[in-house]
């Protein structure tokens, strides 16, 4: 998985943003009103301030942030050692809005789907989310009227770069059993511009499509095929200004061909090659009179009550077939409580546990949301030095940095309904690299306790632990946000680092991939696909 590729590339690109245009030893700690300053009018903002904002941030991370080596196994990429980049970076930015860019960029090199800021535009959901809660720590941040103000502000900020027409080339590549193969951006035929559905990209300006990806992680989240043992994206695109030269082998005559492309202003559709992109939240369809489908998207907090009788009603229809297949492949996570309540409660037929742990860095920014959501004291938790701690745990411990310290046991029992649906029949769960948060947690919980056979490909992990900690910082009133904790599978492997490998392995195919795309492209109604590989592998299976 190491390469100095990636690191190089990083190296090229933070160099490029300085040609154009300290750290102290204070302990950072969260309180409700060290954390803001009064105003509540977003500036333009001044190197010392972006720099101010950069260095508060940078030193919490240090003393709290669980994921640096995680990170570095993935891409080789020491994030600890480049903070000098960083800063330059910062001090060559010449309005907020290239600040946002650019530290959006440097929280990207960390490489964790939770660690990012939390985008302008869903303040006011993820506020709405909290204030339903019991969570002190994580609104009073959120209400803050000075994060509130400048998130409002930040908003309309960045306003013109939330439509989904970028200054792009004219073609997209999705990976489909190691390769990336060409298809339309968005309604424009790819072939237009001399590229056709199903051509191969070999190398993009001369250098080798796999090292080319590797160079994007302050772009993109990487993703790891554990069958080819390499880095990819599942959705490659090229949003730069710029022109490019690509190497194609071309599908239909098996030959290989260089083409240069200017970039340009062109609207974007992501389409969905594994799974399908669903109008409602909850998709269900009796695919015969034994198999029964349910899709869900999102275990989104606010969607547990609206979704339980939907998903409720159809589980008492098909309470006597034989398999039922739930489907979460791009499911993004949200709320744990989701999956507990709307599907394991009503199908189990008796108590299940989950029992899993997760560390803690010794930092004291870290401790009163651990504090708020365990409800004891962060002194309380058990430490490393632990008399009775597990064997395999101790293991973990001695291969992690000495700031590690703390950590905790999490036994969680489940029990079902009084009225529960008494489902007999097997149950699968297709998931794919897009599961993460809590969806990734449902996964583990699944094939720990074999409550579910796991089918598709590995999970995008990050799934055990509590949310993530909100840092506000000083000057931009920008929102960042980060794991707690290393979550820690009932099988003692890092869950950011392993994800989750399916019961049953099943990728899509080449031979389906522009039969799949058109379908999604093209499709006026709510139904599943007939050229969806992993479900009808499934379907098969279950016959």
């Given at each position: 998985?190491?390469?100095n ?27 409700e ?13 001044t ?26 196994k993935?891409?080789s990429?020491i ?13 060559n ?11 959006n ?15 302008p ?15 002190k ?14 998130n ?30 060409a298809?339309?951006?968005g ?25 080319y990806?590797?160079?994007l ?56 090659l ?8 909850v ?15 999102s ?28 489907d ?9 409580s ?29 401790k ?24 395999n745990?101790?293991?973990i ?40 948060s ?21 999970t ?8 993530p ?11 960042i ?15 950011e ?8 392995y099943?990728?899509e ?7 799949k ?10 139904t ?16």
């Amino acid at each position: 998985m190491k390469s100095n590729f990636g690191k190089v590339m990083f190296m090229i690109f933070f160099s490029i943003i300085i040609s154009m245009g300290i750290q102290t030893k204070e302990v950072f700690s969260y309180s409700e009103d060290k954390n803001y300053k009064e105003d509540i009018v977003l500036k333009n903002l001044t190197e010392e301030e972006k720099l101010e904002d950069f260095n508060y941030l940078t030193n919490i991370f240090l003393e709290n942030y669980p994921y640096f080596n995680s990170a570095e196994k993935k891409t080789s990429f020491i994030w600890k050692e480049n903070i000098d980049l960083f800063k330059k970076a910062i001090k060559n930015t010449n309005s907020n809005t290239e600040f946002y860019d650019v530290l959006n960029k440097i929280l990207n090199t960390l490489q964790n789907i939770h660690t990012n800021i939390i985008s302008p535009d869903y303040i006011k959901h993820l506020t709405n989310n909290y204030n339903n809660s019991s969570f002190k720590v994580w609104k009073n941040i959120l209400n803050n009227q000075s994060v509130v103000k400048k998130n409002e502000q930040w908003q309309q900020l960045l306003k013109s770069k939330s439509d989904n027409s970028y200054e792009t080339i004219p073609v997209s590549f999705y990976y489909v059993e190691g390769k990336y193969l060409a298809y339309d951006l968005g309604d424009i035929p790819c072939n237009v511009f001399g590229v056709n559905k199903g051509d191969e990209l070999l190398e993009v300006n001369g250098i080798k499509i796999d090292n080319y990806v590797k160079g994007l992680i302050d772009k993109s989240i990487l993703k790891y095929d554990y069958i080819r043992k390499k880095n990819y994206i599942d959705y490659l695109t090229f949003k730069e200004s710029d022109k490019f030269t690509l190497k194609l082998k071309i599908k239909s005559i098996n030959k290989v061909k260089e083409l240069n492309i200017e970039s340009g202003f062109y609207k974007e559709n992501k389409y969905q090659l594994s799974g399908t992109n669903f109008k409602e939240n909850v998709y269900t369809e009796k695919i015969n009179s034994d198999i029964a489908y349910m899709a869900i998207q999102s275990f989104d907090y606010s969607r547990v009550e609206k979704d339980n009788k939907i998903i409720r009603s159809f589980l008492e229809e098909v309470k006597n077939y034989k398999n039922l297949i739930i489907d979460i492949r791009g499911n993004g996570g949200g709320s744990d409580s989701y999956w507990i309540e709307n599907i394991v409660k009503p199908l189990i037929l008796e108590p299940i546990k989950f029992e899993y742990k997760c560390i803690y860095k010794n930092g004291d920014y870290i401790k009163p949301f651990i504090e708020d959501r365990l409800g004891i004291k962060a002194q309380w938790l058990k430490n490393k030095n632990y008399k009775y701690i597990d064997k395999n745990l101790k293991e973990i411990f001695n291969n992690l940095e000495d700031d590690f310290y703390n950590y905790n046991d999490f036994k969680i029992e489940i029990n079902p309904e009084k009225n529960n649906i008494n489902f007999k029949g097997k149950i699968y769960l297709l998931v794919n690299e897009e599961v993460y948060s809590s969806a990734e947690n449902f996964s583990v919980f699944c094939k720990s306790n074999n409550f579910a056979t796991l089918v598709g490909t590995t999970t995008g992990g990050d799934g055990i632990g509590m949310d993530p900690a909100l840092v506000s910082l000083p000057n931009s009133g920008l929102v960042i946000r980060f794991p707690l904790e290393l979550g820690i599978a009932p099988d003692n492997t890092i869950n950011e680092e392993t994800h989750t490998f399916p019961n049953i392995y099943i990728e899509e195919k080449e031979e389906n991939f522009i039969k799949k795309l058109d379908w999604e492209k093209n499709k006026n109604e709510d139904t599943l696909s007939k050229y969806d590989n992993t479900l009808n592998v499934l379907i098969n299976i279950c016959k």
